[in-house]
């Protein structure tokens, strides 16, 4: 496949400056993006790996005005409201660093994990953590084994600081192929990098396979468990990997306040691990430092705000329900969610679909998986995905 590496600042440059630009590369992706090279090819789409791609919209000049922006898997419904009262109540509290309050919120985040405090490392979002992890990991080169199709926040970045990519494709039922992914591991391999429940595909991997998975291969190589999307299921809890810590296992676990919380723009989130894990991370990195005094406080009322969690997890999964009907209806087969966004699959160029769209004022992202194409679709308010639904049945038509 012929493609072109580059830079995203150059990118994006091209994107502003130029009519045939890329400015669809940051509409449809900056937020799940990192600053490291990406590889286009011949059709300008951002190129994963050989079985993983993402449409990108030719000429896009401007970030289009939409009217249901369902491509970035934000919470329609946050922050909650006592998250908003402790913002507006600190927010005279901006002039100051946080370390005393982040203190409080990190001993507050351990309680709810069944941690100590020093199992805890803050980041301004799970992405942040996510990169540092990387920066620190594949510095001097290795490998990350990890799905194909995965979030690829790690990923890119690990390529970046020198270290490669072994992705090992989804099983037919869209799980991790857990058996697959430990035979990848070799010498080279610094870290098994596992999102749960994965995105871009909205699945999840079976709790019980997964937790035997870490505790098995964590004692040869760190593992890193993704689980931003984990509280979308009525018992998240129950699919945790949390609890391999307190057996001293070398995993980490990521969680963020952006998904179920409503605070993807207050940017708070942290990892569980290891005490020596998380120092080795924090002599090259400060944590918590890109974190706000009021995001703090927002942090400390979100977790506070149990039924704005239940909301938020009833009124999403009544939107995917409203969905699986209206495809349904359609006769378009769907992948059941586990998540906040869900995919399925389109007969028609990615580009053209991805351009139709956002002419009816709906923005979704579109991908290429195993040489098929595929719609990931956030789940917006009912009126929202009303609208999605809509525009859908007059693209399609």
């Known amino acids: 496949m012929e493609s072109t590496k580059i830079n995203r600042r150059d990118w994006l440059k091209r994107g502003l400056l130029t009519a045939g630009g890329m400015m669809a590369a940051p ?235 409503g605070m993807a723009g207050l940017r708070v989130g942290y990892a569980v691990a290891q005490e020596t894990t998380l120092d080795k991370l924090q002599k090259i990195t400060r944590a918590g430092m890109g974190i706000s005094y009021p995001s703090v406080f927002a942090a400390i009322g979100a977790m506070d705000d149990t039924d704005f969690l239940e909301s938020s997890r009833t009124k999403n999964a009544a939107c995917r329900e409203y969905v699986y009907q209206e495809l349904t209806k359609m006769g378009i087969p769907y992948v059941p969610s586990a998540t906040s966004f869900m995919i399925f699959p389109i007969e028609m160029e990615g580009k053209d679909f991805l351009q139709k769209m956002t002419d009816q004022k709906v923005g979704v992202r579109a991908f290429e998986f195993m040489g098929k194409k595929w719609c990931r679709v956030s789940m917006g308010t009912m009126d929202e995905m009303k609208l999605f639904t809509a525009a859908l049945s007059k693209v399609l038509a």
């Open 27 to 261: 509409y449809a992706s900056f937020a799940e993006s990192t600053a490291a090279p990406v590889m286009l090819d011949v059709q300008g789409n951002a190129v994963y790996s050989p079985f993983f791609k993402e449409y990108l919209i030719d000429g896009l000049r401007e970030f289009p005005v939409l009217a249901a922006k369902l491509n970035a898997n934000e919470n329609p419904y946050g922050p909650s409201p006592m998250a908003l009262k402790a913002l507006k109540n600190s927010a005279s509290g901006g002039n100051r660093y946080a370390w005393k309050e982040l203190f409080e919120l990190v001993d507050k985040i351990a309680d709810f994990e069944g941690v100590e405090s020093k199992n805890i490392m803050m980041g301004p979002g799970s992405s942040d953590l996510l990169e540092k992890t990387a920066m620190v990991l594949f510095m001097n080169g290795g490998n990350v084994v990890s799905a194909d199709p995965a979030y690829m926040s790690l990923i890119r970045v690990a390529e970046a600081a020198g270290g490669t990519w072994k992705p090992v494709p989804l099983k037919k039922d869209w799980s991790h192929d857990l058996d697959a992914m430990e035979q990848a591991i070799d010498a080279d391999t610094k870290l098994v990098y596992i999102c749960n429940p994965n995105n871009p595909t909205g699945t999840i991997t079976d709790s019980k396979k997964l937790l035997d998975f870490c505790s098995r291969v964590s004692e040869k190589v760190p593992v890193f468990v993704d689980e931003a999307y984990l509280w979308f299921l009525e018992d998240g809890a129950k699919h945790s990997m949390v609890s391999l810590v307190n057996e001293g296992k070398d995993v980490i676990i990521a969680r963020t306040f952006s998904k179920i919380h």
